[in-house]
Every structure is written in C-alpha cells, then in structure tokens.
C-alpha cells in the first residue's frame, strides 16, 4: 500500500506524530496521492485514485470531491484547494462548496505537482513544462518547458512569494525570480532525478532530493550549497521543515521517516514506519 509523498513528512513536521502512521494506513485505504495541510493545521486535504478528501485535524472525512487527484495543495489564506490530475486538468476547490470553483486544462498528460502563492498556481507535469497560472481566472502568465522536453516533478514557492524552485528529470533543481521570470539558480545532481523541493518556513533554506538517496540544503539567496544528508537508501519522496526551519523530515521508498537537524545535518532520528514506499 502505497500513502502520498507528503504523508510522513507533514505529519512530523507539523504535530511530530510519527506513530499514527498506522492510523493512517487505514483511513486512506492506500489510495492517496497527495496531502496537504491547511496553513492553520486544522484540514488535511488528500488528493486520491477516485476523489479529493478533506479531513479534518483528526482524521474525520469533512467534504469529498469527486474527481482523481495526484497533486493537491492549500492556498496561503486556507480557503481554497487547488489539485491537479492525472488528465493534466487544475481544479480550485472551496472547502464550503460541493462542486469546483474554477477547472481547467492544464497540462497534456499527468501533473506532478502544484504549489499556490498569494498571485500565483504553479504546475509541472509529466509533459515537461511548468506553468504559471492566475489563481482567480485561471489565465496562463508564464510557461516553460524543462530543457530536454523531460518530466518535471516538483515545484515550491518560498515563503515570500518571490521564488519558485523546480526538480525535474533532467537531474536539474532551478530557482525562478518570480518577478524577472529569469533563472537565478540552477544545480544538476551528479546521477539521478529530482523528485522534491521545499523552501522553509523562514525562506532561508532550499532543499532538494530524490533518486540519489540524499537531501541537498541551500542557503537563500545566495544559493551556496551547505551540505547533503544522507541516510536513505532509495528514491526520497517527500520533504518537509518543521516550523522553526530547524529540522527537516525526509521520507522514501525505503518505507522510512527520517528527522535532521538542518544547520549540522545531524541524523537525529530514523523511523521505519511503513511497509512499502512513502
């Protein structure tokens, strides 16, 4: 049974509850996706194989939306949802409402991934590109196709809305000034794919990992490399800072939830909490 990329480390990173990850195994029912918490952490939204499920900080279902999800993600302010499918479709979903807000089609294949600022959607997909989109009207602002027309995994604002960060197939982690629409940073990985970015919450740090097993910090915004983690022994799947940017939870295919302390990089703690990938 696979949970969604974002299981392990949103739960740690926001209520350091690693041991409820059986409780979870059996409210999902395996067909999540995609989590993600409200900015206030009171709603988990969950997109899924058949619909989009919100819940509430207990786990009791709230609203669903049919419709399958592979990518779902909270709007700065909490009011709305945003998720992205596997028929490349973007739908805005209000938490007090049945049916969609806003739909439209995004991408030609699969979407990866979103990310929702206070002006911008963002969403990459399997079709290579990334796009900006205006979350009232769902207007284009900016696309881009990754260099090689190859999957684009990943994406993240920084807190402040001024950056975007991306991870694709070409090994390839790119920052994008929001307000130039130019490519302040860019860092190709000596092997594999990047499957996860995030920013923490006080935007001084980017991280980035994937295939190679490791997790990868930057320093924001001078974009100096600071350290690579290592501790996993597959494809690392998600990543998430707790509140205070001072760890970092990491979680993968190798089934394991893992808690750094990001200014040493410090392995603070490994737990093996699922059978089966995260």
Known sequence: VQLAKAVAADVAARFALLPPLVTLDRILAGTSRSLAFSPDSRFI?????????????????????????????????????????????????????????????????????????????????LDGWVHLWNPKTGESLWKECSKTGKPVWCVAFSPDGRWLATGDNDRLVRVLDLSTRKWVHEW???????????FSPNGRLLSAAGADHAVTLWECPSWARLRTLTGHDTLINALAFCPDGRRLVSAGNDGNVTLWETETGALLRTISCHQGSL
């Open 45 to 125: 939204a969950s997109g899924g194989e058949s619909d989009v499920t919100l819940f509430d900080s207990q786990w009791r279902p709230q609203r669903r939306w049919p419709g399958s999800s592979g990518a779902v993600a909270f709007s700065p302010d909490g009011t709305g949802i945003v998720s992205g499918s596997p028929d490349g479709t973007i739908r805005i979903l209000d938490p007090s409402r049945d049916q969609a807000i806003l739909s439209w089609k995004a991408h030609d294949h699969s979407i990866s991934s979103v990310a929702v600022s206070r002006d911008f959607i963002a969403s990459a997909g």
């Open 188 to 198: 190709r990985s000596d092997r594999y794919y990047i499957r996860v970015v995030a």
